[in-house]
């Protein structure tokens, strides 16, 4: 998996002289984070080296997200990081996109490559370890590991490779981490995107994407009822390893200088490693509109038609999708921000064909003062569930919906120290009661970088 990065790097060796201009579309001001560190610091023949470190303590009232007899419970997590860019930036990219359950691993569209420079090279590393104070078996080291590599050709073409390699967890209750039991995963997301100006307003664009993931599943107190299904906690569940091979076609014609229409063709194989009946072939068409109308206002929708057709004697699934973004600029201060899509994801449940899931999220960021920025964010998400799932011994449909509430302050202290208070509200209702839950999660976090 990490092979695919060093790869990455050794291909700017042979990428290098020229200068092209392209504009930022809003996805990609969404997927860059912009630090504002000086470049004294660790620069060295071009190159930009940033160190840092948060600490995060907290308190949860329903560790195990259980609808009754709620565990409480105080933690902390420590999270280093280092990050290189060069030739040297202040703009840092990361792919804040990326899900277990969705095929390909992207919930929303990586963004065209754009960079004003020939090349642009980036590597970054970050942990985060969890220490729990009451239950120390619910502690875990997680850690990730991303690359992304820009090119700018000569004659409008543009290269981008990005790699991430992550070792992570499914939050308690969801999918197939059940009580007591935290379900971890290694996954490795490598995706291309090749871009090639056709004419002035014309433009073409190839992406090719691997997802690859593998769950360590303890079956210590679980039974197991077939060969790729166990039973635990009167839950069926499903062993999800699976590596999938997306495919996707654009085109992209411009309408004004600010306003893009496109036509997008995806296909995606889905093959799982323990039960090919569990495979499956999506093929999704859109047609979509990118725009910056003025600076204020950035954005881009795309809505169509999925077809996802199922190994076995499954019936084909046909949905309407959809996936947008908008960013608006009120002032100088006030930035909202709001993302939707509508996408058949994987189930992780047995069985169950698939998950229909609507995604909203709204961002509100109010910067106060020179030094106090309030954010909130407004969450909402639904999961129909296709097919019928095996609960205490009975067939059940599910459909779920997710609600989330996170306000915070943030405070800069100095250039190199920050404070941020956050109270986060997780909300789960469910047509099968037992799977309804209420957890709050308190926080104070502490960032410092070089």
């Not at 092979?3 to 201009?21: E, F, S």
């Not at 690859?212 to 599943?217: F, K, Q, S």
């Not at 908008?326 to 994987?346: A, C, G, H, W």
């Amino acid at each position: 998996m990490i092979n695919r990065i060093a790869l990455t790097l050794l291909i700017l060796i042979y990428l290098l002289p020229l200068n092209v201009n392209a504009e930022k579309t809003a996805k990609q001001m969404e997927e860059e984070e912009v630090t504002e560190i000086s470049g004294e610091i660790f620069e060295k023949g071009g190159g930009y080296l940033h160190a840092g470190i948060s600490v995060e303590g907290g308190h949860t009232d329903n560790l195990f997200n259980e609808r009754d007899n709620k565990t409480e419970d105080y933690y902390y997590t420590i999270s280093p990081e280092l990050w290189l860019m060069f030739p040297g930036s202040g703009k840092r990219w990361s792919n804040l996109f990326i899900s277990s359950r969705t095929p390909a691993g992207y919930t929303l569209t990586r963004s065209n490559p754009s960079t004003l420079r020939q090349y642009q090279l980036q590597l970054s590393g970050r942990a985060d370890l969890i220490r729990y104070q009451e239950h120390e078996d619910q502690n875990t080291d997680n850690y990730s590991i991303q690359g992304r590599f820009l090119y700018n050709a000569k004659g409008g073409l543009s290269i981008d490779l990005a790699d991430e390699y992550k070792s992570n967890f499914d939050p308690i209750g969801l999918g197939t981490a059940t009580l007591y039991n935290v379900n971890k995963y290694q996954s490795n997301l490598f995706d291309a995107i090749v871009t090639y100006d056709v004419t002035e307003k014309t433009k073409l664009r190839l992406g090719y994407s691997n997802f690859a993931l593998v769950y360590d599943y303890d079956y210590d107190d679980s039974q197991r009822l077939g060969y790729n299904i166990f039973y635990y906690d009167n839950l069926a569940l499903q062993s999800n390893d699976r590596n999938d091979n997306g495919y996707s076609g654009y085109v992209f014609h411009a309408i004004t200088p600010k306003t893009s229409l496109f036509a997008n063709i995806d296909y995606i194989d889905i093959a799982y490693e323990q039960d090919s009946t569990l495979d499956s072939t999506e093929f999704d068409t859109y047609g979509g509109i990118d725009w910056k109308i003025t600076m204020k206002t950035t954005g881009y929708l795309k809505a169509g038609y999925g077809v996802r057709n199922f190994s076995g004697d499954r019936d084909k699934a046909e949905n309407f999708i959809l996936e947008g973004m908008l960013t608006y600029i009120f002032s100088p201060k006030v930035t909202i921000r709001l993302n939707v899509s509508q996408r058949m994801d994987e189930s992780q449940i047995a069985g169950m064909d698939y998950t229909m899931t609507l995604d909203l999220e709204g961002l509100y960021q109010h910067q106060l003062t020179d030094k106090l920025a309030f954010n909130f964010m407004l969450g909402y998400a639904n999961l129909d569930y296709e097919g019928r799932m095996l609960y205490n011994e009975a067939l059940y449909e599910r459909d779920d919906d997710h609600y989330r509430i996170r306000p915070s302050l943030y405070y800069q202290a100095t250039d190199w120290l920050g404070f941020e208070l956050a109270y986060d509200h997780l909300n789960r209702d469910s047509n099968i009661p037992d799977f309804a839950f209420e957890t709050n999660y308190y926080s104070l976090r502490i960032s410092a970088s070089l």
